[in-house]
């Protein structure tokens, strides 16, 4: 699986931004699918999880309620919904595919290249 993340950029504080993520490969709609992101001088984070069929989603405390992971597997697309944007969600966000459903990224074996998201205050 091949993906490719997209949507950031910069916005204010309190604005909104919908990363997408795109996946090749035909066995796409079998793999669980997660965003993490990495801010400057900071380890990789886990931000939200989705199962295969997008029945069993998981996003962690600071984000809970201001983003949303869904997924389209008729277009092979993973959505991050971000609301409410705070300058401590800058960072570069990663999409990535896991065999079963995980928050450790150790568990992912496909990773896209990133796309940066800076909110400003």
């Known amino acids: 699986v091949q993906l490719q993340a997209s949507g950031g950029g910069l916005v204010q504080a309190g604005g909104s931004l919908r990363l997408s993520c795109a996946a090749s490969?035909?066995?796409?709609?079998?793999?669980?699918m997660g965003w993490f992101r990495q801010a400057p001088g900071k380890e990789r984070e886990f931000v939200a999880v989705?199962?295969?069929?997008?029945?069993?989603?998981s996003h962690v405390d600071p984000v809970k309620g201001r983003f949303t992971i869904s997924r389209d597997n008729a277009k092979n697309m993973v959505y991050l919904q971000m609301n409410s944007l705070k300058p401590e969600d800058t960072a570069v966000y990663y999409c990535?595919?896991?065999?079963?459903?995980?928050?450790?990224?150790?568990?992912?074996?496909?990773w896209g290249q990133g796309t940066q998201v800076t909110v400003s205050s």
């Open positions: 990535a595919a896991a065999p079963r459903y995980s928050s450790n990224p150790d568990t992912y074996t496909f």
């Open positions: 989705i199962n295969w069929n997008g029945r069993a989603t």
């Open positions: 490969g035909r066995s796409f709609s079998s793999y669980t």
